[in-house]
């Protein structure tokens, strides 16, 4: 989880916006917003972003952009669900973007000055 996932007023937005996306989940017309399948009633969903957090503030973004309700919407979420066949759409974006700083960050570690050109 994110330092931005950890603040009070993410906290606030997602109790504020769950409702609204349970309705259309319960409704049956819930799509996610990451793999861009439906959440049938009944699965487990979570409130994610459309741009990430970090790929918003790369683009200039400010907080109240990053967490604006046209930025937001349902994704499959298996979280304490492991076994019932769910989808992981948003546990499995953030370990994307995780891997992909970590791998990032080794590969400019490994780089090493060539000692012939000094």
């Excluded at 609204?20 to 979570?46: K, N, S, T």
Aim: a positive charge; glycine letters at 12%.
């Amino acid at each position: 989880m994110t330092e931005h996932h950890r603040e009070a007023d993410w906290f606030a937005l997602t109790r504020k916006m769950r409702p609204l996306y349970d309705a259309q989940v319960r409704a049956g017309v819930a799509v996610c917003i990451d793999c861009h399948r439906p959440i049938v009633p009944g699965q487990r969903f979570a409130v994610g972003h459309r741009v990430s957090v970090k790929e918003g503030k790369a683009r200039g973004w400010t907080k109240q952009q990053i967490n604006d309700p046209s930025n937001l919407g349902p994704t499959h979420s298996a979280r304490g669900g492991k076994g019932d066949g769910s989808r992981r759409c948003n546990e499995q974006g953030g370990g994307r973007i995780g891997g992909r700083a970590r791998t990032t960050k080794q590969a400019e570690q490994k780089r090493r000055p060539d000692w012939r050109t000094w």
